[in-house]
C-alpha cells in the first residue's frame, strides 16, 4: 500500500492560482497512476485530474479543462496539481488517489489508496 499526503490547500482569492502536492510513502510511486479529485459541501465527490503511470497520459475533469495542470517526480515521489484562475465554486476538500493500473479512470471506485484530503477555499 501506498500512503498519500495531500498539501498546498488554503484560502486564495478568485483568479489566483494554487498548487497542490500529493507526496507519496510506502511504495515506489512510479508504479501507480494518480488521480485528484474533490468534494464541494453537499456534493458528490468529483474527478479533476489524473496522471498515468508513466506520465505520458493525462486526462481534466470538465470543471477544470484549460485550467489545470497534472504533472509527476517520481524522483520525488510527488504529484502536482496546478489550477489557474481560481473560481469561488472550485472551493472543496481535494483528494489524491492512487490505483495500480496504467490507465487514467474517472470513476473514483477504481482508485484504492486515497490521501486525508486538504482544503482549498476560494473567496471572491
Same mark, same amino acid.
Given at each position: 500500500?501506498?500512503?498519500?499526503?495531500?498539501?498546498?490547500?488554503?484560502?486564495?482569492?478568485?483568479?489566483?492560482?494554487?498548487?497542490?502536492?500529493?507526496?507519496? +510513502?510506502?511504495?515506489?510511486?512510479?508504479?501507480?497512476?494518480?488521480?485528484?479529485?474533490?468534494?464541494?459541501?453537499?456534493?458528490?465527490?468529483?474527478?479533476?485530474?489524473?496522471?498515468?503511470?508513466? =506520465?505520458?497520459?493525462?486526462?481534466?475533469?470538465?470543471?477544470?479543462?484549460?485550467?489545470?495542470?497534472? +504533472?509527476?517526480?517520481?524522483?520525488?515521489?510527488?504529484?502536482?496539481?496546478?489550477?489557474?484562475?481560481?473560481?469561488?465554486?472550485?472551493?472543496?476538500?481535494?483528494?489524491?488517489?492512487?490505483?495500480? =493500473?496504467?490507465?487514467?479512470?474517472?470513476?473514483? =471506485?477504481?482508485?484504492?489508496?486515497?490521501?486525508?484530503?486538504?482544503?482549498?477555499?476560494?473567496?471572491?
Amino acid at each position: 500500500q501506498v500512503q498519500l499526503v495531500e498539501s498546498g490547500g488554503g484560502l486564495v482569492q478568485a483568479g489566483d492560482p494554487l498548487i497542490l502536492s500529493c507526496a507519496a +510513502s510506502g511504495r515506489a510511486l512510479n508504479v501507480y497512476t494518480v488521480g485528484w479529485f474533490r468534494q464541494a459541501p453537499g456534493r458528490e465527490r468529483e474527478f479533476v485530474a489524473g496522471i498515468s503511470w508513466s =506520465g505520458g497520459t493525462t486526462t481534466y475533469g470538465d470543471s477544470v479543462k484549460g485550467r489545470a495542470t497534472i +504533472s509527476r517526480d517520481d524522483a520525488e515521489g510527488t504529484v502536482y496539481l496546478h489550477l489557474g484562475s481560481l473560481r469561488v465554486e472550485d472551493t472543496a476538500v481535494y483528494y489524491c488517489a492512487a490505483r495500480s =493500473g496504467s490507465y487514467v479512470v474517472v470513476n473514483e =471506485g477504481e482508485y484504492d489508496n486515497w490521501g486525508q484530503g486538504t482544503q482549498v477555499t476560494v473567496s471572491s
